[in-house]
Structure formats: structure tokens, C-alpha cells
């Protein structure tokens, strides 16, 4: 069974710093595309991040570009996203996914994704 377990979320004033973690079990991250998405009360959940297995395809959301970093570790098989300069907009609740689809396509991950449940990110003004 896969399983990918979010970790690291909390609370954080503005212009902080945290580091999310996401642990894959079941797959190995080798040729999977690694994505973070979000989503907030009372909005779409949205991409927040995307690289592909070898880094040929990389994608973040505007908003965040240069304040979070994805990264990864295949040989702990995790999934990394690096958030400073917090804002009280980027509070949300953050997903980790590993997608088969070795790509970063801007629609998004495809069926065969694997999703984790989730961590929340609140940032206080």
C-alpha cells in the first residue's frame, strides 16, 4: 500500500519560516514527479509546487516563487517544501503528492497520483 504522510506544519507568524515533510512508503520516488498543493477554507485547492524526478521540469506557483523551495531525498523517499517568508495568505492546508506522470504539467497531477492527508499551515499575522 502507498501511503505519503505530511509532517511539519503549525503555526508560524509572518515572515517566518517552515519546512514540510512528506514521507512516501509503498514506491519508491525514483521516476515519480513530487507536487505540493494547497488549499485554504473557502477556496480551490491550488498547485503550489511541482518538480519532476530529475529536475527537467519545474513549476511553481507565482506567489510563491522564491520563497518556497521542493526538494527531495530518494534515499530517505521524501518530499521537502521550504517555506520562508510566510505570508497570512499561504495559510492553508498543504498536500503532498508523487505522480507517475514524470512531469510537471500545469493542469495538474494525473489519476494515477498518490496523495497524502494532509498538514496545516497557519500563519498569524
Known amino acids: 500500500e502507498v501511503q505519503l504522510v505530511e509532517s511539519g506544519g503549525g503555526l508560524v507568524q509572518a515572515g517566518g519560516s517552515l519546512r514540510l515533510s512528506c514521507t512516501v512508503s509503498?514506491?519508491?520516488?525514483?521516476?515519480?514527479?513530487r507536487r505540493w498543493f494547497r488549499q485554504a477554507p473557502g477556496k480551490e485547492r491550488e498547485g503550489v509546487a511541482c518538480?519532476?524526478?530529475?529536475?527537467?521540469?519545474?513549476l511553481y506557483k507565482d506567489s510563491v516563487e522564491g520563497r518556497f523551495t521542493i526538494s527531495s531525498d530518494t534515499a530517505m523517499n521524501t518530499i521537502y517544501l521550504q517555506m520562508n517568508n510566510l505570508k497570512p495568505e499561504d495559510a492553508a492546508v498543504y498536500y503532498c503528492?508523487?505522480?507517475?506522470?514524470?512531469?510537471?504539467?500545469?493542469?495538474?497531477?494525473?489519476?494515477?497520483?498518490?496523495w497524502g492527508q494532509g498538514t496545516q499551515v497557519i500563519v498569524s499575522a
Open positions: 503528492v508523487a505522480d507517475p506522470g514524470d512531469w510537471c504539467f500545469s493542469a495538474g497531477p494525473g489519476a494515477t497520483a498518490y
Open positions: 509503498g514506491i519508491p520516488l525514483d521516476h515519480l514527479a
Open positions: 518538480t519532476s524526478s530529475i529536475g527537467d521540469s519545474v
